[in-house]
Nanobody, 117 residues
Framework: QVQLVESGGGLVQPGGSARLSCVASRVIFSILRMGWYRQAPEKQRELVATIASGGRTDYGDSVKGRFTISRDNAKNTVYLQMNSLNPEDTAVYYC???????????WGQGTQVTVSS
């Protein structure tokens, strides 16, 4: 069973930055497509960003140019650098992993990011 553990959430002021991390265990990290999704209160979960095992990235329209996803295969870790945060970015952020060979999908427990002054 793949385990995903997120960290790095918290309270951030508008215009500020934050970095989320997600460590994967019990899996060969390099075969995973990793991603971040978020869910705000009373809204559907939405794509933030994904990164394939080869490094190809994809971003949701609302975060393009502000967020950057990256991965360190040696550390089994995926990161989400978030800049120019605004209150609309407030949500629970979930780490996601998809096994490329089987399509199995795993989720972390989520980490809260609150953008407020």
């Amino acid at each position: 069973q793949v385990q995903l553990v997120e960290s790095g959430g918290g309270l951030v002021q508008p215009g500020g930055s934050a970095r989320l991390s997600c460590v994967a265990s019990r899996v060969i990290f390099s075969i995973l497509r990793m991603g971040w999704y978020r869910q705000a209160p009373e809204k559907q979960r939405e794509l933030v960003a994904t990164i394939a095992s080869g490094g190809r990235t994809d971003y949701g329209d609302s975060v393009k140019g502000r967020f950057t996803i990256s991965r360190d295969n040696a550390k089994n870790t995926v990161y989400l650098q978030m800049n120019s945060l605004n209150p609309e970015d407030t949500a629970v952020y979930y780490c996601n992993a998809v096994v490329a060979t089987t399509g199995y999908t795993y989720w972390g427990q989520g980490t809260q990011v609150t953008v407020s002054s």
